[in-house]
């Protein structure tokens, strides 16, 4: 009777083992998740978080460019110098290789810089033109203010801009290959088109 009890608490024993070891299993091979029960994100999630990237890249890079400092700025170019972790190819290239400096200011740059006025922008994506993998255009409306050195603020008239994205794969991060002012002032504008 003796041998028949040991080999039954044996074999729970030994059984236990291997649901144990299937159970640590299951947890390991499927990134313990609970079982598993989880379906993976669909199609329109991973473009609706690629779409919101690509505003967001949008926006950093319109605003940055847009904002100036004329008094502590040669040109409109240290802006783009700004903006060069948001851009690729041209502008990337002029931002990198000090090419920005010889860009041209808006003719109220002088004055702009003699008063001691900053110009910011706020970047708002109002449209979403295009997003696909490995490209995206956005329409973003830039509004502007001129900060005088006095305290006072002038808005600018409102631009709107539309901006070319890429990213060389789904994981990597959009950036700005391009722009160009589709409405609204050029006084005061961007020599980059």
Not at 58 to 74: C, D, H, V, Y
Request: glycine share 10%; aromatic share 4%.
């Amino acid at each position: 009777m003796r041998t028949d009890r040991g080999q039954l608490l044996l074999a729970v024993g030994a059984l236990g083992l291997l649901v144990i070891g299937a159970v640590v299993f299951a947890v390991i091979r499927l990134g313990g998740n609970g079982g598993g029960d989880e379906s993976p994100p669909a199609v329109s999630q991973s473009r609706g978080e690629a779409a919101a990237e690509a505003d967001e890249v949008a926006e950093l890079a319109m605003r940055s460019i847009f904002t100036w400092q004329p008094a502590k700025e040669g040109s409109p170019g240290a802006a783009l110098e700004r903006a060069a972790q948001w851009l690729t190819g041209d502008l990337a290239d002029a931002a990198d290789e000090g090419e920005s400096d010889d860009l041209i200011g808006p003719p109220q740059w002088d004055a702009w810089a003699e008063s001691g006025d900053v110009v910011t922008a706020v970047a708002e994506t109002v449209e979403r033109n295009i997003t696909e993998e490995h490209d995206a255009v956005r329409t973003v409306d830039i509004t502007r203010t001129i900060q005088h050195g006095n305290g006072e603020l002038t808005p600018m008239e409102l631009m709107r801009v539309q901006v070319h994205l890429e990213r060389p794969s789904a994981d990597a991060q959009w950036k700005v290959s391009e722009y160009r002012v589709i409405a609204g002032s050029q006084s005061g504008g961007s020599p980059w088109r």
